[in-house]
């Protein structure tokens, strides 16, 4: 499954920004989907996923502020990013899967995963 995220660039703190990530074959809803992010010289952190069956998990560090939703029809799930701060500035991957639940926040549970996008705080 080809997976390719969109919508990274810069923001200044407390804007706002929407990332994108769509998968080329296979129903969206069938697959667990979920968002991670790295700086350099760090593994790949949790940020946010939706499972198959509807549910959603966050991050604490991005609680309140960002949201994980997904469009059926256009095969596609969204991140939506708000009051963002200095701290969110990453390159934001998209991971697909069919993933055991206590692996949810664990990036090797996920077997597709996108380029990145890049996210900066550019205050």
């Known amino acids: 499954v080809k997976v390719v995220e969109s919508g990274g660039g810069l923001a200044q703190t407390g804007e706002s920004l929407t990332l994108s990530c769509a998968i080329s074959?296979?129903?969206?809803?069938?697959?667990?989907m979920a968002w991670f992010r790295q700086v350099p010289g760090k593994g790949r952190e949790f940020v946010a996923a939706?499972?198959?069956?509807?549910?959603?998990y966050y991050a604490e560090s991005v609680k309140g502020r960002f949201a994980i939703s997904r469009d059926n029809n256009r095969n596609t799930v969204y991140l939506q990013m708000r009051a963002l701060r200095p701290e969110d500035t990453a390159v934001y991957y998209c991971?697909?899967?069919?993933?055991?639940?206590?692996?949810?926040?664990?990036?090797?549970?996920?077997?597709?995963w996108g380029q990145g996008t890049r996210v900066t705080d550019s205050s």
């Open positions: 939706r499972r198959r069956d509807g549910h959603l």
């Open positions: 074959e296979g129903s969206i809803s069938r697959r667990d």
């Open positions: 991971g697909a899967g069919t993933v055991i639940l206590r692996r949810t926040r664990d990036d090797t549970g996920y077997y597709s």
